[in-house]
């Protein structure tokens, strides 16, 4: 693996899963010009442990002042890249996803040797009011227009034409609008067969999990925001389609009521402009 390479890793409250993919990859050994660690205001002796570990100045750590959401704290990270680092290129990591010793020269090659501007594990195509996951088997990347950031790989000189993650979304669909913005300034992504990287997910949890309630709550907020932001014709047919189905798909929850009004109050929100921290996910209330 080459030097010239820079990884990004996002936590918040997970110390245990975080343990378990830093010791593993302080096995193999990697090569790399910047280690960021993202700590975004964990309270569960999660900071204890990365300054520990950290003894020896062999990452940066950041530190932030609150939990910003993943987009803002990952922006941080690159933005810190952009001024520190002359590393080519970016690969994000998750803390509840288990890579494996060949993960970065997997991605790298697949980069290097494409026409890609970014490889992901995992993605699909939008088409309007539904999502066509990418089915690849090979480590040939094919083309996509989502791609997510676990386990992935970027241009670094991308960020300077197309921005940083949205900064103020808090939680749900900054992945989604920063995907667009690629496609929209001609920039390419691409899927390549996970054999690499193993993808816990546990912030999502179970389809009607207590997570799930704010999720959707964040998810119809900036779903509406991105609407705004890029209305078209086909963007708010998608839209209406995709939200209208989930609603319809809460009519199957026990505390379906409940989910379906945070649902809706998100997309009022979306429609009243507000953003960042708006829901506590921990109490469910509101917090301005």
């Known amino acids: 693996m080459e030097a010239n390479v820079a990884f990004v890793l996002v936590t918040y409250n997970r110390l245990e899963s975080l343990q378990r993919v830093l010791g593993a990859i302080e096995g193999y050994g990697w090569q790399y010009d910047r280690f960021v660690i993202v700590d975004n205001c964990s309270t569960d002796g999660t900071s204890a442990y990365l300054q520990e570990l950290n003894k020896n100045q062999t990452f940066q750590l950041?530190?932030?002042?609150?939990?910003?959401?993943?987009?803002?704290?990952l922006g941080r990270a690159f933005a810190f890249l952009q001024e520190q680092s002359a590393a080519e290129w970016y690969i994000t990591l998750e803390d509840d996803s288990i890579p494996d010793n060949r993960m970065p020269d997997i991605l790298l090659h697949a980069l290097t040797q494409s026409a890609f501007d970014f490889i992901s594990p995992a993605g699909y195509f939008v088409n309007t009011g539904k999502r066509v996951f990418v089915v690849n088997e090979s480590d040939t990347p094919v083309e996509a227009q989502f791609g997510i950031f676990d386990g992935s790989i970027l241009k670094a000189s991308m960020l300077k034409q197309i921005g940083l993650p949205?900064?103020?979304?808090?939680?749900?669909f900054d992945d989604y609008e920063f995907c667009y913005r690629m496609i929209q300034k001609g920039f390419r992504i691409g899927v390549i067969r996970n054999d690499f990287h193993t993808i816990l997910h546990h912030g999502g949890g179970e389809r009607f999990s207590k997570a799930s309630i704010w999720?959707?709550?964040?998810?119809?907020?900036?779903?509406?925001?991105?609407?705004?932001?890029?209305?078209?014709?086909?963007?708010?047919?998608d839209y209406l389609l995709i939200q209208g189905k989930t609603l319809v798909g809460l009519l199957a929850a026990p505390d379906r009521f409940r989910r379906i009004g945070l649902r809706l109050k998100g997309m009022l929100h979306g429609?009243?402009?507000?953003?960042?921290?708006?829901?506590d996910p921990g109490s469910l209330r509101f917090v301005r």
């Open 62 to 73: 950041i530190t932030t002042e609150r939990n910003l959401g993943h987009g803002a704290a």
């Open 271 to 279: 429609w009243m402009g507000k953003e960042g921290f708006t829901l």
């Open 215 to 237: 999720r959707g709550y964040y998810h119809a907020r900036n779903h509406t925001l991105f609407l705004k932001k890029y209305f078209s014709l086909p963007i708010l047919a």
């Open 166 to 172: 949205e900064q103020n979304w808090f939680m749900m």
